[in-house]
């Protein structure tokens, strides 16, 4: 077994852009910066442009290459007019120097480009003093700066590190469909801790919730009281009433805690490569006689990927909330989504419901319990019954649909189901599938096959490494 | 349909005996008294002889005769000295009267004796004034003086429709293997309501608990706390610290109570004769496509009624629960004694449990989080996972075996079920069956055939009326 050491030596070398990488990033910031300047110098309330994000910390991952320009302006602005320049000069900025740009959206509209592998953004802020925040990304060069003062050439190293271990182990990133680390986070965990190891030797001693305050603005009652169900909290430096771990999920911690602990005593480069390769032939003997059952369906207008994560979590939720209610028990269910097309996957214990059912009446000193009675003597789906059992009346019936996609379907109808209400109607339309055989058929092939491997083997890609390592 | 009075004209016939009958039976008593007198009268002890129950009260059914002897012996008599003269004479008074007599033991032996279609016990008590009990049926002759101080003739009669009442509804017994109302209940309800339509109608509005005093020798509040989880309470009049109805199970009270409100609505004979006909032929369609298990041993020695229905009771309860433990739902079950052949029928959500389950894991913080992973990782009967939900660890396993008959003799043998000890041995070797066909096979003729039956409708008798009259 290969040592710490030897590994994160092999590791740096993926995760560290060359010096020929870093000069080729920084010239084509300083260009992008220097064409923003000049399309947005005569714009009213314009202060100034700045590169901000990894590209001005110099933390960017070598498979990551992105600059993140910022636009100031000052707090006297519209947001219709920031947002009207951004979109139009953006544009025009990132197409001047060769990219190909589109819209984005996030809490405002802000420019996405792509050059020379590279991805640039370019976004509206307003320039304010720490604590006056007027948009969600004001506070982004408080943090440059903050990082930036802190970080040493080591600790960037280190910041790398950690950006390739989150991705490898699949935490890294704040949307909502990951609920993983940020960058800033990364680097902020790196300045409390000293060092990549340190903080993963810290890591594996953790319990939820973890309190980390660098600038010890907080004692942890306060952060807690102020932060409840966070089960990380790292308060921010440029603002105490911020965590900055917000998005990160209970499970994406417990991940990032389960990984440090196997990588400390079975350290192994799959840890920031990823250890997961789909092995398509054996998706048939991986789902034999699972009870699968997938909901399909398409989303073709654009919808920020926060939101439509955020909707689809919350139907998941829900539909398996119904499921149980009716006796169905939800195993595990995972969400894909590929170029519009969205796969909700459930494994269950059963995908048909027992053909008979108890049915609960009333006690039999109710005023309606003999109607009860002459209701399902008289019923053709009365299978047995009425019986009494302790005070009450029960009747075994007839269960007249049985099948998990043809039940959901009528639920869902019926508004049964607590789905997001955007949603409802792709749901209704929605193709269901249910058997393994068919859920193979359907998806075994084609761009949900490698989401269906990972959904049937439900493993981190961090434990199928260390699984192999184990057989070897 | 019928008015009540035209129904209770009919019944009386059923109920109440023939003047030739009652001189008859009231012969015999005479008869078997004199004997026992004679039999016990140089006997040390011994007190004096008197006829009690039933008999002596002239509230016997037609179709039920019987004759209690009570042997009185004076309070300084040993136990084992009365039981022994007890099980001797009784049997050579029996005899001597050209009955077949037997053994059979309650709190303490007696002999129980047939002749000319009668049932007749004899029986030891102490003679004692009230208050002062030694054995348990020491009250029944104080009981017998009470009722025949307050029944008249109209009174006898309203006894008997309830009596039959309570067997064509099957609530009469106060027996374990019934938990409903014996024949002093029987009287002391109708002595209090002055009638059986008036005990009916005011039934039909009871929830329990109920509480009757007739001397109102407790307030209800008293009585509740004296009795507690007793679903009705009658307190004894010749003893307040006693509840005539501690016998009465919720669901036979409830049974009555529902009863006697569909009789009300709906007046019938069969109340009173038994609703319910075996029908042979439907076994099949009425079992099919369900979930039937069948356990099914011997017990050849004999063993008091009471002590093995109530450890049947108590072990078809603890089957229950570790069946639901295990993820099976238990919808009914049922029990059945002939002539020493026992059977629990159970019918189920499913009789396989599913072939996959989720096991749970520690959190990933726990020391052994690790050890739960390599354990699994490397385990043949991992399905898929481990993966992280929350904070915690879970795994898909491999069900091995999945049979609910085999899964129960397992759990029986490693000692996890909670069924009575001295029925282990028993349930160790006993037969079990699952399937409906398999079921059928077993139980379909025979001994147990009319149980089936009954098990598979799951109807109290007097609701199979009540759904004849509904659908004619």
Partial sequence: MPTVEDVLERVIELVEPSEEEKKKLSEIASALLEVCRRKFCNIEGFVEASVEGSAAKDTWLRSKPEIDVFIHFSPTTSREAM?????????????????????????????????????????????????????????????????VSKLTPRLRREVRLLKGFLTGTETYGAEIRVGGFSGYLSELLIIHFGGFLELLKSASGWRPPVVIDIEQRLSRREAL????????????????????????????????????????????????????TQKPNSLESLAENRELFVIMFR????????????????????????????????????????????????????????????????????????????????????VAGPWIEGERLYVLKKREETSVDVLLKRWISQGEVSISRQLNEAFSSSKMVAGWREVINMLGSGIHASFLARFLSSRPAFMEAFGRKEQA
Same sequence: chains 1, 2.
């Avoid at 420019?111 to 640039?120: A, C, L, P």
């Avoid at 308060?235 to 009433?241: E, G, H, L, S």
């Fill in 225 to 276: 009281a102020l932060f409840t169900n966070s089960p990380l909290i790292v308060v921010d430096p440029v603002d105490k009433n911020r965590n900055v771990a917000s998005a990160v999920t209970l499970t994406k911690l417990s991940e990032f805690i389960l990984a440090s602990k196997i990588f400390l005593e079975s350290p192994s480069i799959s840890f920031f490569t990823g250890g997961f």
């Fill in 83 to 147: 947002e009207k320049v951004i979109i139009e000069l953006g544009a025009e900025a990132v197409q001047e120097m060769g990219g190909r740009s589109r819209l984005r959206y996030a809490e405002h509209p802000y420019v996405e480009g792509f050059m020379d592998n590279i991805t640039v953004n370019i976004v509206g802020c307003y320039k304010v003093s720490a604590g006056k925040w007027i948009s969600a990304v004001d506070r982004t060069p408080h943090h440059t700066r903050y990082v």
């Fill in 299 to 382: 989303i073709d207008e654009y919808v920020p990927p926060d939101v439509i994560w955020g909707e689809l979590r919350r139907s998941a939720a829900g539909i398996k909330k119904r499921l149980e209610l009716a006796g169905f028990n939800v195993y595990n269910y995972g969400i894909d989504e590929r170029e519009g097309s969205i796969v909700l996957a459930f494994e269950l214990d059963k995908i048909n419901l027992p053909s008979r059912f108890v049915h609960r009446g009333p006690p039999v000193w109710m005023r309606d319990a003999i109607r009860f009675v002459e209701k399902h003597l008289s019923s053709p789906d009365t």
